[in-house]
């Protein structure tokens, strides 16, 4: 590619979302029953041309995860600072545990060296509580997952156009709500619950609440 294409490319013209990320495992059903008791969503797991794909996704998350047979050349247990992002870390490392996962305690880093132990220091973030808090794990093939406390969103992380759609979601299921008040004759004080099940079904491809 020149570097006049390069140039040329504008940001925002075409959305490319991260979908998958690949982590390299040495036992697929291992991981696949290590994955599950965590309680992240298994959508699919199926073979093909001598491999095997299986995708989990966490609870929240946009991107999944892949593992399984002929599906990445990494070597087992090299996929390390992969980012789960929460709101509340003490209640994700409680929950972690809970799940039988193998989790550290809170602990913030001393600088951006994320490969020198000596760089985790023990605690949350005392002066960064936003985006400074983390924990870990590792899944039994040793690949390390990055926990971090997230509450507000630097500026600029967000994207503008989820504004628009959300905004457009939320218009299809209110019209969607009026005619289901209109069958059930009343006010429906439990809508916040219906329209998130109207939203989470059109998403997915599922049947539509009526």
Not at 13 to 30: G, N, Q, S
Not at 113 to 132: K, T
């Amino acid at each position: 590619m020149s570097t006049t294409a390069i140039a040329d490319v504008r940001p925002g013209t075409v959305k490319m979302k991260l979908e998958v990320v690949a982590i390299p495992v040495a036992d697929v059903d291992r991981a696949k029953e290590f994955y599950g008791r965590l309680g992240w969503r298994l959508d699919a797991d199926f073979a093909a041309g001598g491999g095997r794909t299986i995708q989990f996704t966490p609870p929240g998350s946009e991107c999944s995860v892949h593992f399984g047979k002929n599906i990445t050349t990494a070597p087992v247990g090299t996929a390390q600072g992969l980012f789960l992002i929460v709101s509340d870390i003490r209640q994700a490392h409680d929950e972690l545990v809970r799940h039988g996962a193998q989790v550290s305690d809170v602990f913030h880093f001393a600088g951006f060296n994320r490969v020198d132990p000596a760089g985790r220091l023990s605690g949350p973030s005392p002066d960064r509580p936003n985006y400074g808090s983390f924990l870990s794990f590792k899944d039994p093939d040793g690949n390390e997952w990055l926990v971090q406390q997230i509450t507000t969103r630097l500026p600029g992380r967000v994207d503008p156009a989820a504004t628009a759609e959300l905004a457009s979601a939320l218009r299809r299921a209110a019209i969607a709500h009026g005619e289901h008040e209109k069958r059930t004759g009343g006010h429906d004080e439990n809508w916040p619950d219906w329209y998130a099940a109207y939203m989470v079904a059109e998403q997915a491809g599922d049947e539509l609440p009526q």
